[in-house]
Nanobody, 123 residues
Framework: QVQLVESGGGLVQTGGSLRLSCAVS????????MGWFHQAPGKEREFIAG????????YYAASVKGRFTISEDNIKNTLYLEMNSLKPEDTAVYYC????????????????WGQGTQVTVSS
């Protein structure tokens, strides 16, 4: 049974930092494309950062490039998102997701999802 569990969200002031974790069971993250997405109320779910396995490479949304870093610990089978210089517009629920097959940054192409963790950045 596949399970992805995000943690590490919370309330932080503008300019602060958070580290999100995604603990995965039931699949080895090293064999899947992995991504972080966020979704604010009333808005579409958006790609934030991802790890592509076949090149390999990492990808970031323009809005977070230089501020966020995606990483992983294959022993712990855990994905991370280091979030620095946070802005109010980063406020959203953050999800991690896994995908097999071809690389994609499209949310509807991902196979497995966590329940999300809330990140709120105060102004």
């Amino acid at each position: 049974q596949v399970q992805l569990v995000e943690s590490g969200g919370g309330l932080v002031q503008t300019g602060g930092s958070l580290r999100l974790s995604c603990a995965v069971s039931g699949l080895p993250i090293s064999r899947y494309h992995m991504g972080w997405f966020h979704q604010a109320p009333g808005k579409e779910r958006e790609f934030i950062a991802g790890i592509r396995r076949d090149e390999p490479n990492t990808y970031y949304a323009a809005s977070v490039k230089g501020r966020f870093t995606i990483s992983e610990d294959n022993i712990k089978n855990t994905l991370y998102l280091e979030m620095n210089s946070l802005k109010p517009e980063d406020t959203a629920v953050y999800y991690c997701a896994a995908r097999s097959g071809f690389w994609s940054s499209a949310p509807n192409r991902y196979d497995y999802w966590g329940q999300g963790t809330q990140v709120t950045v105060s102004s």
